[in-house]
């Protein structure tokens, strides 16, 4: 893994594949790292054709930290939205839209298929939505636009979501624990957690960069940013939309709200599927993503 200057901040990023081909562009959720994009998962696609680039967002992983900055007022941050005034955040996803189109000039990429989980398809739909000369694919998977009137995680997953978890230094074993009961509550009914694989890719993570209150300024990115629709509807690329119809914490109405959005996308609703990327259906996913870049390049 290397690390370059991008949008004016460090970002660590990975690259696979031969760099003449094409680039597939990986981005990641809400406070985890890029390698939840796993190595069996972007070396399927490098065996597609594509070079593949994945990268820690800015307050996770090894790109730059904003610790500088204090953790946002949850409160105050609702009120502000409620009242129709721009809260006070450190950065939004157009920020970290900006971090990837720098990371692209940063490697001399003029354009790539750029692909989106959770937080990272909002990111990536903005890319497509304000960039349109750098994107030729897009891909978002279990992604929202950001409507208001979208239905919400239960309020059983919230909790577990903004609660404090223990501290992963201190008590990592109540830290993993913590983890794994939210991706199994996450997970979808047809494909359950590997347990071991997650426990493994927790303590990866952890033992990586620890900080929670980046998981915090990255929740006020995504709140502050509110409803992007109005630029999804200038996207004019090739756009496969992925949701599992067991997502429980980004219901799939909010998938069907990002296919709607854009302009000829296609909707693929995966049965079974839930807030996670299994690995019994990474070959699906992987087919998906390059049958739709191939509808730019024409292959």
Known sequence: MKSLRANGITVCYDSL???????????????????RWTDPFCLSLVAKGFRVIRFDNRDAGLSKHFTNSPTPDFAALATAIAAGRKPDVPYTLDDMAADAIGLLDALSIE???????????????????????????LASIMSSTGNPGLPSAAADIMA???RRAPHAVDDEEGFVAHGLAFANRIGGTRFPIDREAHRAMILEESRRAYDPAGFGRQIAAIAATGDIRPRLARIRVPTLVVHGSDDALIPPACGEDTAASIPGSEFLLIEGMGHDLPAALHQTLVDAICRNARRDIGK
Do not use: K
């Not at 989106?116 to 990111?123: V, W």
């Open 111 to 137: 354009r790539a298929h750029v692909v989106g989980r959770s937080m990272g398809g909002m990111i990536a739909q903005l890319m497509a939505g304000d960039h349109p000369q750098r994107v030729s694919s």
């Open 160 to 162: 577990m979501l903004t």
């Open 17 to 35: 594949g031969d760099e003449d081909d094409d680039t597939i562009l990986l981005i990641s959720g809400l406070g985890t790292y890029m390698i």
